[in-house]
């Protein structure tokens, strides 16, 4: 195994990763068969970051992986920096693959003199010299449009579904969007989960105060069925613990959690260990430290749709065709 692979007509594919999440690198490598280049990183006394490639990238695609987890803004500084440092290396395209977009949740204006700092973002990938984004399960999928390139938004929505199929009766599922924001997405579930009923929690949010979520109530039929509930994240899982509260004292019989990312930030993990949720099943796009599981969390593998989307991408294939089927 190399870190290169050399084709007929010279194209190489180059893997390198930040310091942020090496196990979903290490993975990564692993299904696409190839080692990573090896990336000299760490913190200078004041806190700036170095970091130096061990082999040259010189006319190389190289693919960019860092997860945006806490703390969120010297990995994202990190991860720019490598760009910088492969646009400087001669590196043909890069690839910046965040399978987490981190700010992708300040996407918009609520309110006067607010930033949209998720156009920010790509703005600064762009800037430092990235051709191209990779990310999965974006907030909103309108953020593909603030970047100046291509971006392939991957779905982890097959992987959890044909989780989740194992662990229901699909001919009593319902599935539950966890605010208003998410309908069309849970729609989505609900067809390629057996077509059954839809519920949405109506949820309000303390805008003065960050991180504030109210469940008010759940519309929809839930009664005596295993409900579904899906989301793109749970950060301090209000949201998600709040609509099983309100989904089982409308009288599910059980509940299931599916989120693509775990952020986890707390009290998540006391909070979905105590919400009543029968099993919470998040991806890998984010590390989980050990603290941070509890006995209902499952975990699963992101890095074979990541392998899968960066080989497409290297040889000019096409990342759409991944997802044949769940259009
Ligand atoms: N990082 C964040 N953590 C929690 N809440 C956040 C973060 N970034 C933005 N927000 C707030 O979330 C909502 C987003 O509402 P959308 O309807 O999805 O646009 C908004 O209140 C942000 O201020
Ligand atoms: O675990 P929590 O700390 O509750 O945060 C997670 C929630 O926050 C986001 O929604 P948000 O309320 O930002 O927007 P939305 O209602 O428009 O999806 C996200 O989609 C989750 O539902």
Redo the contacts with the bound molecule.
Sequence with gaps: MTGIISHADEKRLVLVSGRAHPDLARDVAAELDIDLVHTTAYDFANGEIYVRYADSVRGADVFVLQSHTAPINQWIMEQLIMVDALKRASAKTITVVQPFYG??????K?KGR?PI?ARLMADLFKTAGAHRLMSVDL??SQTQGFFDGPVDHLWAMPLLIDYVRTRVDISNVTVVSP?A?RIRVAEHWASKLGGGPLAFVHKT?D?SR??QAVANRVVGDVVGRTCVLVDDLI??GGTIAGAVRVVLEAGAKDVIVAATHGVL?DPAAQRLSESGAREVVVTDTLPIIPEKRFPQLTILSIAPLIARAIREVFDDGSVTSLFDGNA
């Design positions: 700010y992708a949740r300040q996407d918009k609520h607010e700092s907030h909103t605010d924001g949010r805008t960050p991180n950060d301090t930030s």
